[in-house]
């Protein structure tokens, strides 16, 4: 069974652009959520999806934003990107509710 | 509303005992335990839903204390494999499904 997928692995990018992120879950697994994990914070939750909808938002500005298509993939945009917006981000996806969540391997953003 | 969890870091022998913890301000409805080596994307470890039940296998266990909103990870007889980053990551009641993690415990087991 494959795991999760992101793409791409490494980006990088300069302030003010703006960058969307890939995701594919384990095949069967409906929700999938999304993560910021820095040095200094660890892991922050961004949103999650559950059949095309977002159930729920981490404390994070409209700057990022997510979507989940039928087939479950899911991606995530960040606009007018900062420099404080360099950290690997990793996506998650689960059966459903409180599962245990297989993690994708990452995408490093860096911003210069 | 991020869990705090302590210590940050631990250095073992290999053979020794290690318990790493994780509290909340806020009613929990499951704590999930994930391990982290350098380089990799976290593993999952354990759930542990209310009701104050302990969990584990082999030489890793944990447990809820749902009055208290704290969860601890037990680990006995450390392996050098043990080593990693720990994250304990929490469940509100009523928030929907948003699992807010600590900022890790980094864990070293020498031989």
């Known amino acids: 069974k494959a795991g999760v997928t992101q793409t791409p692995r490494y980006l990088i990018k300069t302030r003010g652009q703006q960058v969307t992120l890939s995701c594919s879950p384990i095949s069967g697994h409906r929700s999938v959520s999304w993560y910021q994990q820095t040095p200094g914070q660890g892991l922050q939750f961004l949103f999650e999806y559950f059949s095309e909808t977002q159930r729920n938002k981490g404390n994070f500005p409209g700057r990022f934003s997510g979507r989940q298509f039928s087939n479950s993939r899911s991606e995530m945009n960040v606009s007018t990107l900062e420099l404080g917006d360099s950290a690997l981000y990793l996506c998650?996806?689960?059966?459903?509710?409180?599962?245990?969540?297989?993690f994708g391997p990452g995408t490093r953003l860096t911003v210069l | 509303q991020q869990p705090v969890q302590s210590p940050q870091a631990v250095i073992l022998r290999e053979g020794e005992d290690a318990v790493i913890n994780c509290s909340s301000s806020k009613a929990l409805y499951s704590v999930h335990w994930y391990r982290q080596k350098h380089g990799e994307a976290p593993v999952f470890l354990m759930i542990l839903l209310k009701g104050g039940e302990q969990k584990g296998h082999e030489k890793i266990s944990a447990s809820f204390n749902e009055k208290k909103q704290q969860s601890s990870l037990y680990l006995t007889a450390s392996q050098l494999s043990y080593s990693g980053t720990y994250f304990c990551?929490?469940?509100?009641?009523?928030?929907?499904?948003?699992?807010?993690f600590g900022k890790g415990t980094s864990l070293l087991v020498t031989p």
């Open positions: 998650a996806s689960s059966l459903g509710s409180s599962g245990e969540q297989f």
């Open positions: 990551g929490t469940e509100r009641v009523n928030s929907g499904y948003a699992l807010n």
